[in-house]
Every structure is written in structure tokens, then in C-alpha cells.
């Protein structure tokens, strides 16, 4: 019998109340094949082999001290991930939103976008510090 009895009936309901929650609301178009429910704001720079790699560490604790404590305080934050590129020796934060979210934040400068600008120009052998925004959207997988 492949029929809902009441108990999950009940269940099934409560799990779809809460799915918009989770789920980003919005939907924007950069044509009509390419659409998105989600921004990201990404903060990177480079940083130098010198000193056993210092710069990097330091980038870290910037990471650690400045961005999880500020973004723990962001309403409507999705993800916060953190790269690392030994090669191109990349360090990168990308914080994903959902697009009204996104824009609430936007309103605010990003915050705590300054104070890890700030941070990594403190740091010697950090170079090329820049901010980006641009679409980040699960292909397939569990976020899909």
C-alpha cells in the first residue's frame, strides 16, 4: 500500500512548512537560460611563501577573528566557505546569501567587508586584495 497514512501525512506537511526556510525565495535573470537564487560576495588576496608561509597564517586568524564573529550576526547567510590555492597561492572568503538577504547586506557595506580589507593590508607578503560579487549556484548535488 503505497498510500499516506495520517502520521506521515502530518510529517510530510511540517517537512514542507520548513523547506522555505531553507530554500532562497527570489530567482534573478542574466538572460533566459541563466538564472540564480543566490549571490556571493567573495574577499581574496595573495599571499607569500616568506617567513614559513606567515602571511597565510595570518589570513586565517583575519578569518577566524574578524569574518566568523561579524557573519555569525549576518540574518540570511547560506554559507561561508574559505579556499586555499597553494599554487596560485589564493586565500578567499565566499559568503553565500540568499538574493533578498544579498541585498539587505549590501545596505550595510558587506559587513565586516572593511575591517578584512583593513586586515589584509596589515599583513606583510599579502598582495592583490580585491572584492567580487557574482552568482554561485548548485549544479546538482545535495544543494540542488
Not at 525565495?25 to 606567515?54: M, P
Not at 574559505?82 to 549590501?106: H, P, T
Request: glycine share 4%; aromatic share 10%; net charge negative.
Amino acid at each position: 500500500d503505497r498510500s499516506l497514512t495520517p502520521v506521515k501525512a502530518q510529517q510530510l506537511a511540517a517537512a514542507e512548512l520548513d523547506v522555505w526556510k531553507k530554500q532562497p525565495r527570489n530567482t534573478g535573470y542574466i538572460c533566459e537560460e541563466v538564472h540564480f537564487n543566490t549571490l556571493a560576495r567573495e574577499w581574496r588576496c595573495k599571499w607569500s611563501e616568506e617567513d614559513q608561509k606567515r602571511s597565510l597564517t595570518e589570513c586565517q586568524r583575519v578569518l577566524e577573528e574578524v569574518v566568523v564573529p561579524a557573519l555569525r550576526k549576518v540574518h540570511g547567510l547560506l554559507s561561508v566557505q574559505r579556499v586555499v590555492c597553494g599554487e596560485s597561492k589564493d586565500f578567499k572568503v565566499i559568503c553565500k546569501m540568499s538574493l533578498d538577504a544579498f541585498e539587505d547586506w549590501a545596505t550595510l557595506g558587506f559587513f565586516p567587508e572593511e575591517k578584512v580589507v583593513e586586515a589584509f593590508y596589515a599583513i606583510d607578503g599579502i598582495s592583490k586584495i580585491e572584492c567580487q560579487t557574482y552568482t554561485l549556484e548548485p549544479v546538482f548535488g545535495p544543494g540542488k
